[in-house]
């Protein structure tokens, strides 16, 4: 079968390399979709800086926002069958640990991520993805599997939104026009969040994030962001905050938007230290700092949201390649264009 490998930083070619064949815990399965993440690119250009411990072991098969069909599956696999669609995990969790025990699988110490940091498992830039059985999901056949390939980055923002108390009547701030800020503003709206403001940099992806759910948009070249948010919460701020910007030079501005004992939720990796950060402003306003980079058993939630119609996540997909043209797919993805919103591959 054809892998995309990155053997080195800015090193990546398609290879041919044996077809696996699952074990009897593991599900085989035919790659439709793989979304190109952030993380991705930084592991293909060598810039990804986690702190030790968390570096890209080269080489590396990327790949971690994928669907597919089940081609085969281990002897004593129950739960799925060839001509399943499916999705899954972003990492492999031994199951039986004290953090897996309590749905905590993310920080199993023994797992390994799907396509990125560490000795990572084999990713799903691949014409097949092998994946242990109890790290898939069932994809209803009522979304497109294009569309499931998404689960994974709205995941990432709504699991850290789901460790706030927010709900009906609350309001929501979401930095930034990514899959990760969209997808879980999306999702946000799904169970029924209140007023939700919405700030980016690119009109054409704020009105993107309209369709998705966005009650306003707020350009924040046009516009002054603070003035607009307080004004549409009387003064107080935000209840909470989603910045998956990355951004450094917004993180004050982030944390000051937030209302006295709000919550402040950062999806996006900064990678590097941040001189300046004004931690203080969280202290002294009881404000919560809530970090989201793993996503537990947070695909099933999304998957039941689409299903039902709650959630609407595909005008996220901007741009397509086929897998034979991955690398002008990553190029697309490295130009930031003004529309551009999530860079999908097609197998």
């Not at 004004?231 to 000051?256: F, H, K, P, Q, Y």
């Not at 970090?291 to 741009?319: E, K, W």
């Not at 264009?337 to 999908?344: A, E, F, H, P, Y």
Request: neutral net charge; aromatic residues 6%.
């Amino acid at each position: 079968m054809k892998v995309f490998i990155v053997k080195e930083p800015n090193v990546a070619e398609i290879i041919e390399v044996e077809k696996p064949v699952p074990a009897p815990d593991e599900v085989l399965s035919k790659v439709a979709h793989c979304g190109i993440c952030g993380t991705d690119v930084s592991i293909h250009d060598g810039t990804l800086n986690l702190g030790k411990g968390n570096e890209p072991v080269y080489p590396v098969r990327i790949g971690h926002e994928w669907s597919g069909v089940v081609a085969e599956v281990g002897k004593n696999v129950t739960n799925f069958k060839p001509g399943d669609r499916v999705i899954s995990d972003t990492g492999w969790s031994c199951g039986v640990c004290g953090y897996c025990y309590r749905g905590e699988s993310n920080s199993c110490p023994h797992g390994r991520a799907v396509g990125t940091i560490g000795k990572c498992w084999p990713g799903a830039f691949a014409e097949y993805m092998l994946m242990p059985e109890r790290g898939m999901f069932h994809v209803s056949d009522n979304i497109p599997l294009d569309v499931a390939a998404m689960v994974e980055p709205s995941c990432v923002g709504f699991y850290g939104l789901t460790r706030t108390p927010i709900g009906p009547g609350s309001n929501l701030l979401v930095m930034g026009t990514g899959p990760i800020s969209l997808g879980g503003m999306a999702c946000a709206k799904g169970i029924g969040v209140g007023k939700t403001i919405l700030a980016g940099r690119k009109d054409s992806k704020l009105a993107i994030g309209k369709k998705m759910g966005a009650d306003i948009t707020v350009n924040m070249d046009k516009e002054d962001l603070r003035e607009v948010v307080m004004r549409e919460t009387n003064g107080r701020g935000a209840d909470v905050v989603l910045d998956s910007t990355g951004a450094a030079s917004l993180i004050n501005l982030t944390i000051s938007l937030a209302r006295s004992s709000g919550y402040i939720v950062t999806p996006g990796f900064y990678e590097r230290l941040l001189d300046g950060f004004a931690i203080d402003n969280i202290i002294v306003r009881n404000c919560v700092l809530i970090g989201s980079g793993g996503t537990p058993d947070m695909q099933r939630r999304v998957l039941d949201m689409l299903a039902y119609g709650h959630v609407n996540i595909a005008p996220m997909i901007t741009d397509r390649y086929p897998f034979a043209n991955i690398k002008d797919a990553f190029a697309a993805v490295k130009q930031k264009g003004d529309t551009r919103v999530k860079v999908m591959v097609d197998f």
